[in-house]
Nanobody
Framework: VQLKESGGGLVQAGGSLRLSCAVSGGTFSNYGMGWFRQSPGKELEFVAAINWSGGSTKYGDSVKGRFTISRDNAKNTVYLQMNSLKPVDTAVYSC?????????????????WGQGTQVTVSS
Protein backbone atom coordinates (compact mmCIF):
# COMPACT_ATOMS: atom_id res chain seq x y z
CA VAL A 1 0.00 0.00 0.00
CA GLN A 2 1.35 3.43 -0.93
CA LEU A 3 0.06 6.83 0.07
CA LYS A 4 0.79 10.18 -1.55
CA GLU A 5 -0.28 13.49 -0.07
CA SER A 6 -0.72 16.68 -2.04
CA GLY A 7 -2.24 20.12 -1.68
CA GLY A 8 0.01 21.63 0.95
CA GLY A 9 1.49 25.08 0.64
CA LEU A 10 1.67 28.57 2.07
CA VAL A 11 -1.55 30.35 3.02
CA GLN A 12 -2.42 33.42 5.06
CA ALA A 13 -4.23 33.13 8.35
CA GLY A 14 -7.95 32.78 7.78
CA GLY A 15 -7.44 31.09 4.46
CA SER A 16 -8.24 27.58 3.28
CA LEU A 17 -6.45 24.60 1.80
CA ARG A 18 -7.59 21.17 0.71
CA LEU A 19 -5.22 18.27 1.16
CA SER A 20 -5.55 15.06 -0.82
CA CYS A 21 -4.17 11.61 -0.11
CA ALA A 22 -4.16 9.14 -2.97
CA VAL A 23 -3.86 5.49 -2.00
CA SER A 24 -2.62 2.73 -4.25
CA GLY A 25 -2.52 -0.99 -3.55
CA GLY A 26 -4.97 -3.00 -1.53
CA THR A 27 -8.69 -2.31 -1.32
CA PHE A 28 -9.18 1.33 -0.42
CA SER A 29 -12.88 0.97 0.31
CA ASN A 30 -12.05 -1.41 3.19
CA TYR A 31 -9.67 0.97 4.93
CA GLY A 32 -10.15 3.54 7.61
CA MET A 33 -8.10 6.67 6.98
CA GLY A 34 -6.55 9.27 9.20
CA TRP A 35 -4.74 12.60 9.03
CA PHE A 36 -2.04 13.53 11.50
CA ARG A 37 0.31 16.48 11.74
CA GLN A 38 3.65 17.28 13.29
CA SER A 39 5.39 20.58 13.92
CA PRO A 40 9.10 20.89 14.70
CA GLY A 41 9.78 19.95 18.29
CA LYS A 42 6.24 18.70 18.88
CA GLU A 43 4.69 15.27 19.03
CA LEU A 44 2.59 13.81 16.27
CA GLU A 45 -0.96 15.13 16.65
CA PHE A 46 -4.20 13.52 15.57
CA VAL A 47 -6.18 15.71 13.17
CA ALA A 48 -9.05 13.71 11.69
CA ALA A 49 -10.15 10.21 10.77
CA ILE A 50 -12.85 8.59 8.66
CA ASN A 51 -14.15 5.05 8.52
CA TRP A 52 -14.28 2.85 5.44
CA SER A 53 -17.69 4.06 4.24
CA GLY A 54 -17.35 7.72 5.17
CA GLY A 55 -20.24 7.37 7.58
CA SER A 56 -18.18 7.98 10.70
CA THR A 57 -15.65 10.73 11.32
CA LYS A 58 -13.58 11.92 14.24
CA TYR A 59 -11.65 15.15 14.81
CA GLY A 60 -8.99 16.47 17.09
CA ASP A 61 -10.20 19.16 19.48
CA SER A 62 -7.99 21.83 17.94
CA VAL A 63 -9.54 21.48 14.47
CA LYS A 64 -13.19 20.74 15.22
CA GLY A 65 -15.49 23.05 13.31
CA ARG A 66 -12.71 24.17 10.95
CA PHE A 67 -11.51 21.00 9.22
CA THR A 68 -13.54 18.40 7.36
CA ILE A 69 -12.39 14.94 6.33
CA SER A 70 -14.04 13.14 3.42
CA ARG A 71 -13.29 10.33 1.01
CA ASP A 72 -14.06 9.22 -2.51
CA ASN A 73 -13.81 5.45 -2.74
CA ALA A 74 -14.13 5.55 -6.51
CA LYS A 75 -10.95 7.65 -6.66
CA ASN A 76 -9.08 5.91 -3.82
CA THR A 77 -8.59 9.30 -2.24
CA VAL A 78 -9.19 10.93 1.13
CA TYR A 79 -9.40 14.68 1.56
CA LEU A 80 -8.89 17.18 4.34
CA GLN A 81 -10.61 20.50 3.84
CA MET A 82 -9.01 23.07 6.11
CA ASN A 83 -10.77 26.38 6.69
CA SER A 84 -10.07 29.33 8.97
CA LEU A 85 -6.43 28.35 9.13
CA LYS A 86 -4.27 29.67 11.95
CA PRO A 87 -0.49 29.95 12.29
CA VAL A 88 -0.62 27.14 14.88
CA ASP A 89 -1.86 24.84 12.11
CA THR A 90 1.56 25.04 10.48
CA ALA A 91 2.91 21.49 10.29
CA VAL A 92 3.69 18.54 8.07
CA TYR A 93 0.41 16.75 7.44
CA SER A 94 0.47 13.00 6.83
CA CYS A 95 -2.26 10.56 5.95
CA UNK A 96 -2.42 6.99 7.16
CA UNK A 97 -4.27 3.74 6.44
CA UNK A 98 -5.77 1.37 8.97
CA UNK A 99 -6.80 -2.12 7.98
CA UNK A 100 -9.44 -2.12 10.71
CA UNK A 101 -11.76 0.13 8.75
CA UNK A 102 -12.78 2.42 11.57
CA UNK A 103 -12.02 6.04 12.43
CA UNK A 104 -9.26 6.01 15.03
CA UNK A 105 -7.34 8.77 16.75
CA UNK A 106 -4.39 6.74 17.99
CA UNK A 107 -1.36 6.18 15.80
CA UNK A 108 -1.08 2.52 16.79
CA UNK A 109 -4.18 1.68 14.78
CA UNK A 110 -2.54 2.67 11.50
CA UNK A 111 -0.54 0.37 9.28
CA UNK A 112 0.76 2.56 6.46
CA TRP A 113 1.79 6.19 6.32
CA GLY A 114 2.50 8.76 3.66
CA GLN A 115 5.54 11.00 3.68
CA GLY A 116 3.57 14.15 4.34
CA THR A 117 2.93 17.55 2.85
CA GLN A 118 3.96 20.86 4.38
CA VAL A 119 1.30 23.38 5.37
CA THR A 120 2.49 26.82 6.40
CA VAL A 121 0.08 29.46 7.68
CA SER A 122 1.42 32.99 7.86
CA SER A 123 0.08 35.62 10.25
Amino acid sequence: VQLKESGGGLVQAGGSLRLSCAVSGGTFSNYGMGWFRQSPGKELEFVAAINWSGGSTKYGDSVKGRFTISRDNAKNTVYLQMNSLKPVDTAVYSCAVTWYGGAYSHTGAYNYWGQGTQVTVSS
